[in-house]
Each structure stands twice: as C-alpha cells, then as structure tokens.
C-alpha cells in the first residue's frame, strides 16, 4: 500500500496547516488512518487515528489543536493543526490499515516545521 502525503511545509508558530494523505484503493478495504510523527532525536509518536466510522484517538498533548479526519469515498486522509509551536517540528507519517490484516502501513513523511 503506497500512501502519498503533502502538506507539510514551513509555518510561523501559532498558524495552522493541513496535511493529507491518500491511499489507493484495496480490496480489503481500509479500517483506520492516521498519522505520526518523529521529531529529531525523538521515537516517532502517535498524532491521531480514525476509523472507517469516524471514531476518533488523539494524543492527549495534542487534543484541542489537532483534527484527524478523513474522506471515506477517496480514501484520504486528512490532518488539520492549529495554534502551532516550535514542538510540533517533526516529520509527519501517514497509515493505514486495511481490514483483515495486522499491519500498519506507512507513507514516506512530510516535514512540518514550525518557526519561533
């Protein structure tokens, strides 16, 4: 499964972006999608996930500036950020899961980096 992000970008602390990441169609269809994400000399972390039915999970650090959501008929998958800060400076990653099936695929990474 090759997901494609973008997105991603160079931003002022306190302003916003939107990621997106599409996936192509399978015939398993696809359960969840979300994103992650790894900051220089930091594990890569959870963001968000959401399922097929629109329930959601967030980090809890990040609830309140992030929304996960997604459109179900194009596959996609989308990431709105507000009010971001120099923390939020990572590498952001797409994944799915398709039903049926245990692993979690991964885009290539789109780089947000936010700026003091």
């Known amino acids: 499964v090759q997901l494609q992000a973008s997105g991603g970008g160079l931003v002022q602390a306190g302003g916003s972006l939107r990621l997106s990441c599409a996936a192509p169609?399978?015939?398993?269809?696809?359960?969840?999608m979300g994103w992650y994400r790894q900051a220089p000399g930091n594990e890569r972390e959870l963001v968000a996930t959401?399922?097929?039915?629109?329930?959601?999970n967030y980090a809890d650090s990040l609830k309140g500036r992030f929304t996960i959501s997604r459109d179900n008929a194009n596959n996609t998958v989308y990431l709105q950020m507000n009010n971001l800060v120099p923390e939020d400076t990572a590498v952001y990653f797409c994944?799915?899961?398709?039903?049926?099936?245990?692993?979690?695929?991964w885009g290539q990474g789109t780089q947000v980096t936010v700026s003091s």
């Open positions: 994944t799915v899961t398709l039903y049926g099936r245990s692993e979690l695929y």
């Open positions: 169609r399978s015939r398993q269809g696809i359960n969840t």
């Open positions: 959401i399922f097929r039915s629109g329930f959601t």
